[in-house]
């Protein structure tokens, strides 16, 4: 029996809805982990019912660490983590986070001092947000029921309208005077690496084709050096079909022509609204999976559902897991383990399918319940081989 991997995981759920999803995810990821115990004979066949089999994967179990950061946290100490929280985070294999954002912290100081604080020092600066139409989710475009869609966001994120560089100034000017400046910032290297990462995730994928979005007839600097960079470096990817949108017509082409869409890549701030655009297309925010990605590992990585903190719905058990469920997908994808990340992404759709669903998506069901059909999917379905 090969030995028992244990991957570390700080868990931060912070605010609002973010404990709720990040409990269920939690629990779906702990039952995969315990499968991924039960070992099948070589070669022995697998289906419904038969014990989820070993693979070249092993057996592997998670060791969480919680972190109750956060507004509430805020509330009692000020700041929304702990001062010393990067290097309490250093060390571990991955960060699983809920949302961030209550009403008793302003939404910049929130951000800045949870997310943001982790995503920018730990320079996670590809965040892949994609965007799946599941069966049984009603999508509000007519054709996602004749056509299939599926694309994918990256988000360039640790630059561009999300830098933080900027300032307010009011002295000498007097009351409704103030100016306020804030810069977006482009880098050569930061453009270059986020839009080769967004070329070499196309081809992976069936469609090799990558989207650039700027807004470059307007924003003559950093969209220009960016549109520049996504030619140079297109020539390297001659198998790579490409296009450059601004992004109010790509905000077009979401609705209008989204099976022409394979991989979007753009700026932090236009990432970040398109991905939400993709997210309400098939359905609902609460479906939609994210994961903020040091590429080259020397940070965790973290990953978290699109969603926000959802304060309207917080508390009652009726948000919806799934955005963090596949969110956990991502995370065991990069843990190395794509065939328990499979597994999960197909337990997601043998639930959605069977029409167990939260209101946000049309259903009933709570929180809770989802999570339960999807473990019990998870329990009756068997193991893909794994292709190692
Ligand atoms: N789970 C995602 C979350 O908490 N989002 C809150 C938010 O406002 N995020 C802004 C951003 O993604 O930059």
């Not at 309490?88 to 991955?94: E, N, P, Q, S, T």
Request: glycine share 10%; hydrophobic share 45%.
């Amino acid at each position: 029996m090969p030995e028992q991997r244990v991957y570390r995981i700080a868990s931060i759920p912070a605010d609002g809805v973010g404990k709720e999803v990040i409990a269920a995810g939690r629990q779906v990821l702990d039952v995969v982990a315990e499968q991924s115990a039960v070992a099948e004979e070589p070669g022995a066949a697998s289906g419904p019912g038969s014990p989820p089999g070993l693979g070249p994967q092993g057996p592997f179990a998670f060791d969480w660490t919680d972190f109750p950061w956060g507004s509430e946290y805020y509330a009692e100490h000020g700041v929304m983590m702990d001062p010393d929280g990067l290097n309490l985070l250093r060390g571990f294999d991955a960060i699983y986070f809920g949302a961030v954002g209550w009403e008793n912290v302003p939404d910049h100081v929130s951000l800045w001092g949870l997310r943001l604080n982790i995503t920018q020092n730990f320079d996670q600066w590809a965040n892949v947000r994609p965007v799946r139409f599941l069966p049984g989710i009603e999508s509000p475009l007519r054709k996602a029921d004749r056509v299939p869609l599926d694309w994918v966001v990256v988000r360039e994120n640790s630059e561009g309208e999300y830098a933080g560089l900027g300032g307010r100034n009011l002295s000498g000017r007097g009351p409704g005077n103030e100016v306020a400046v804030q810069t977006a910032l482009f880098t050569e290297k930061g453009c270059e690496r986020i839009i080769r990462f967004a070329f070499d995730l196309a081809r992976t994928r069936a469609v090799r084709k990558v989207s650039s979005v700027t807004k470059s007839n307007a924003q003559q600097y950093g969209s220009v050096l960016w549109d520049d960079v996504f030619k140079r470096v297109a020539r390297d990817y001659p198998d790579v079909r490409t296009e450059s949108v601004l992004v109010d017509a790509m905000s077009a082409k979401f609705v209008l022509r989204p099976e022409d869409l394979s991989v979007v890549v753009a700026s932090n701030l236009f990432a970040d609204i398109l991905s939400d655009l993709g997210s309400a297309l098939a359905g609902s925010l609460g479906l939609a999976a994210s994961a903020n990605l040091n590429p080259e590992r020397r940070f965790p990585s973290m990953f978290e559902p699109v969603h926000g903190s959802a304060p309207d719905i917080a508390g009652q058990g009726i948000s919806n897991p799934v955005g963090a469920i596949a969110s956990a997908a991502l995370m065991l994808d990069h843990l190395g383990l794509p065939a328990a990340a499979r597994r999960v992404e197909a337990a997601i759709e043998a639930v959605t399918a069977a029409g167990i669903r939260t209101r946000d998506v049309g259903g009933t069901a709570g929180t809770e319940e989802v999570t339960a059909a999807v473990i019990d999917a998870l329990k009756l379905s068997s193991v893909p081989p794994e292709s190692a």
